[in-house]
């Protein structure tokens, strides 16, 4: 991917523990990601993922619907704050909200989100955590696995981007899944940031 500079500057949005966006900020610390994590915005004031920001010495923000009540003005201050630590590529690491159309406009084919489920079954609204895993068991499936996409307005629905195969085993639970898929996740999304930077993938 073009940069300005020899490092992509990376913006995460992340409402939860953060765990995806701390294996892509280890990565780059460890000198085998040529990026540069330069801000977390959390809907979620209480997040991991802003105690990680915090711990990591990364600026980072509270934008939600309780500091910006008009969706408007939310939508407006992700896109500054993205702007201001110029951000090229913009990471939903487990972020539960939808962007607003002034950022995805302006960052139109320079956002992924990761699903851990083979998109475009078991996603969309309401499908996050251990109801994506109990819906693929109730499937009775005997795969899942990691999707990577381009973000769009609605959930889970942007063109997929990369996709690794993940098995479910006979006596999983949700939880066991869960547990396997965080895994892969982490190495799968550092992989394939790592190919978004290289240009092996043209977003
Ligand atoms: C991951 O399962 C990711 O696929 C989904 O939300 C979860 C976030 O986990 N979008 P973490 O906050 O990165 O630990």
Excluded: W
């Amino acid at each position: 991917m073009q940069s300005k500079k020899n490092r992509v500057n990376l913006g995460f949005l992340a409402s939860g523990n953060g765990s995806n966006m701390q294996a892509v900020i280890d990565t780059c610390k460890s000198g085998r990601l040529a990026a540069k994590p330069c801000v977390v915005i959390s809907n979620n004031s209480g997040s991991g993922a802003l105690a990680r920001a915090r711990q990591e010495g990364i600026p980072r923000y509270h934008l939600s619907g309780r500091t910006h009540p008009d969706p408007a003005q939310l939508d407006a201050a992700i896109l500054d704050a993205l702007l201001r630590h110029e951000v090229e590529l913009v990471i939903l690491a487990g972020y539960m909200k939808k962007l607003g159309p002034r950022t995805l406009e302006h960052y139109e084919g320079r956002i992924i989100n990761i699903h851990p489920a083979l998109l475009p079954r078991f996603g969309g609204q309401g499908m996050y955590g251990a109801r994506v895993h109990e819906a693929v068991l109730s499937a009775g499936e005997q795969e899942t696995g990691v999707t990577i996409h381009l973000v769009d307005a609605e959930y889970d629905t942007g063109p997929i981007v990369a996709q690794c195969r993940v098995p479910v085993l006979a006596d999983d639970t949700a939880e066991s899944l869960a547990q396997r898929l965080l895994k892969q996740e982490h190495r799968f999304l550092v992989e394939t940031i790592a190919k978004i930077v290289s240009g092996e993938i043209a977003l």
